[in-house]
């Protein structure tokens, strides 16, 4: 089932809704066309419900939103960038399981 | 009879693992299949799988594993997001620990672990992965619209991928080591016949070289003894799969001398109760349709062997 605990955010929202957001942020860039992305969409929508209220869940479409990635030179997705108090705490590259998912969130949580 | 948790517990959840999982629930095994990552294993990382029977206009990869997984859904087979750190396989009552601590037994195994795409192991390489090196055409090829890149092999994974990139890539250099190709005919015709790429035989790839954002070049050798550059942006690595075999006893299972599990053609191990299928095994080719065929002879060898416990 997909969570409406996840954020579809845009390049437009992305300074006011991840930058200067109250919580800690998981952003998964993904596309339509990436089969590992849409792989790894259950076990994204399962830690928005685990982690809800400690840190936001979002996901990005590449596609749409050309300008997010450029800026933090993602040339490979599934990437998952994690965002805290506005700066880029760490980021995966590949599907990964959820142990790794939850290790990451786990740095800022 | 000790008691274990279940009957059957297929590793894996790729074409052989589903196909396993889809017999085993089908029959009212108690099974379970434990995946440590996103279901569907390599398949994932295909763009188009035109060879699977059935699929008469062809399919993607994605599509593909998500019809095999509901497939084994609609038998109510029972599965597991979990990673497993250690195995002790040689009882009667194969242990599996898992990272959280938790335990859990059967009477028999199907590993089904699959394979992960090999690595050159040259300077560059690892630095640059997310940033220029990709070893999946289909997630990373969009990146590269209108820019160079390069395509590292010669099999049928390599050749297939060169020929997607071109939807994208202004051009695609295809570098192999040998002085022919090792695709199937009709998979080179079509590169051949595609003017977006150009071909390097008979050199290898030694340096990956670029700054901040990203790869720029690439260092080849010549087997005439020559070495060149080469000017991309982005290189892809397809050059076959290794077995992953990292948590797995490989001491106490017999394998080939690259890492993959030996097993007879009904996908016996040499240990009692423990199978394997799919790309893990030794065998020559690896290919979704023979991954699938191994996963249902597992679980019938798995089945023949629990009722004569």
């Known amino acids: 089932m997909a969570s409406d605990k996840v954020m579809h955010i845009s390049d437009d929202e992305f300074d006011s809704k991840i930058l200067q957001g109250d919580l800690p942020c998981l952003i998964d860039f993904w596309a339509p066309w990436c089969g590992p992305c849409k792989a790894i969409g259950p076990m994204i929508d399962e830690l928005a419900e685990e982690y809800d209220g400690k840190i936001r869940i979002a996901k990005m479409n590449v596609d749409d939103n050309p300008a997010t990635p450029g800026k933090y030179g993602i040339r490979a997705i599934p990437t998952l960038i994690l965002f805290k108090d506005g700066e880029k705490v760490d980021q995966i590259t590949g599907a990964v399981g959820k142990p790794q998912l939850t290790e990451l969130i786990n740095k800022v949580v | ?309």
């Open chain 2, 1 to 309: 009879m000790q008691p274990a948790d279940y009957q059957l517990i297929i590793l894996g959840g790729g074409p052989a693992g589903l196909t396993a999982g889809l017999y085993a629930a089908r029959n009212k095994l108690r099974c379970l299949l434990v995946e440590k990552g996103a279901q569907g294993g390599q398949v994932l990382t295909t763009d188009w799988v035109d060879n699977y029977p059935g699929f008469i206009e062809g399919t993607t990869g994605f599509e593909l594993v998500e019809k095999m997984s509901a497939h084994a859904a609609r038998f109510d087979l029972q599965t597991m997001f979990a990673h497993v750190t250690s195995f002790d396989l040689k009882g009667e009552i194969k242990i599996l620990q898992l990272e959280n601590g938790e335990k859990l037994t059967a009477q028999s195994v199907i590993i089904c672990a699959g394979g992960s795409p090999g690595k050159l192991y040259i300077p560059g390489e690892e630095v640059f992965t997310g940033k220029g090196v990709s070893y999946c055409a289909t997630c990373d090829g969009p990146f590269y619209k209108e820019q160079d890149i390069a395509v590292v092999g010669g099999g049928n994974t390599a050749i297939q991928e060169a020929i997607h990139l071109t939807k994208f890539a202004r051009k695609v250099t295809v570098i192999h080591r040998r002085k022919e190709l090792r695709a199937t005919r009709i998979v080179q015709d079509k590169a051949f016949a595609n003017d977006k790429i150009d071909f390097i035989f008979d050199a290898e790839v030694t340096e990956i070289k670029g700054g901040e954002n990203g790869v720029e070049q690439l260092i080849l050798s010549h087997k005439n003894g020559t070495g060149s550059t080469l000017e991309v942006s982005g290189i892809f690595i397809l050059i076959g799969v290794v077995p992953n075999t990292e948590m797995l006893p490989m001491d106490d299972l017999e394998k080939d001398e690259y890492g993959f599990i030996i097993t007879d053609t009904e996908m016996k191990t040499n240990l009692p109760g423990v199978f394997a299928a799919g790309d893990i095994r030794s065998k020559n080719f690896r290919q979704i349709i023979n991954a699938a065929g191994e996963g249902a002879t597992a679980e019938l060898s798995a089945e023949h062997y629990l009722a004569n416990l």
